[in-house]
């Protein structure tokens, strides 16, 4: 059956890879980021949108199926150098920014006869690490918001995000930019391995479909074990 999706990214990382598996099926794809990027099929609908202008509308099909929000950021130091500014920066666009996308897509949503929200948190909730306070406080209230919304939204709109630990896009260069990091990355990983962002977007895309239909409100924790396991 095809469906609808609006992503919030689509160009790099994670939303790339969704967006490359969607539109490989029978999914209208409208998405939406600052930059259009090279790599974003012909066929997806693309509008230029600042996730953390609180004034920024965005253009939103009729009925809306799938919605996707993947902007994000990692701002690692330690918490007595980490500013209010910084704090606030991570809020705006990983919590605040979610918020204002779901506000705008609700009437659609609520459209669909069985319509997914997918938001993204990170490792760094559910295990403490240092120097990640901010990143941690902000995503911690993304979780608090997606179980939240999937009562308010149940039983029409399911509501999950997806928790990854380090994954090789963009945004974590800085954490894989030479042999030695990759290779400590991985070892600090039960699995032996850093996320690659097919895998994140293999879970977003059965968290859209009809397979996980009686899925909701939960965090999904593709971690590569490490905020559950402990090996010998
Ligand atoms: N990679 C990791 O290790 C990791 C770990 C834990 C959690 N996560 C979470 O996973 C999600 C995806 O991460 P990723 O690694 O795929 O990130 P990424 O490579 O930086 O991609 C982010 C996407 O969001 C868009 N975006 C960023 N800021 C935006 C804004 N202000 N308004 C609209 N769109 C914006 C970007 O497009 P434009 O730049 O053109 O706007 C891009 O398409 C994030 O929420 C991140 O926090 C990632």
């Known amino acids: ?60 099909p009729e009925v809306l199926d799938g919605l996707v929000y993947c902007p994000g950021s990692i701002t690692l130091k330690p918490f007595g150098r980490l500013s209010e500014d910084d704090f606030r920066n991570e809020w705006e666009l990983n919590f605040l920014g979610a918020v204002r996308v779901i506000q705008q897509a609700l009437p659609a949503l609520k459209k669909s006869n069985s319509a997914s929200i997918v938001l993204y948190s990170t490792v760094a909730v559910q295990l403490g690490m240092p120097y990640h306070a901010s990143i941690a406080a902000a995503k911690g209230a993304v979780e608090g918001l997606t179980r939240s919304l999937a009562a308010e939204l149940a039983p029409k709109i399911r509501v999950n995000a997806i928790a990854p630990s380090l994954t090789d896009t963009p945004l974590a260069q800085a954490f894989l930019s030479s042999d030695e ?30 397979q996980s239909q009686f899925v909701t409100g939960q965090i999904m924790r593709p971690d590569g074990g490490i905020s559950s396991v402990k090996t010998l």
């Open 1 to 60: 059956m095809s469906q609808t999706c609006l992503i919030i990214g689509g160009n790099s990382g994670i939303s790339e890879s969704l967006v490359s598996l969607l539109s490989a099926g029978d999914t209208d794809l409208s998405l939406a980021s600052r930059e259009r990027g090279e790599s974003l099929p012909l066929s997806a609908e693309w509008q230029e949108f600042d996730a953390t202008d609180s004034s920024a509308k965005l253009d939103i």
């Open 181 to 210: 990091k990759r290779k400590a990355a991985e070892q600090r990983h039960p699995l032996q391995q850093v996320g690659k962002p097919e895998d994140m977007a293999e879970l977003t895309r059965f968290l859209l479909s009809q």
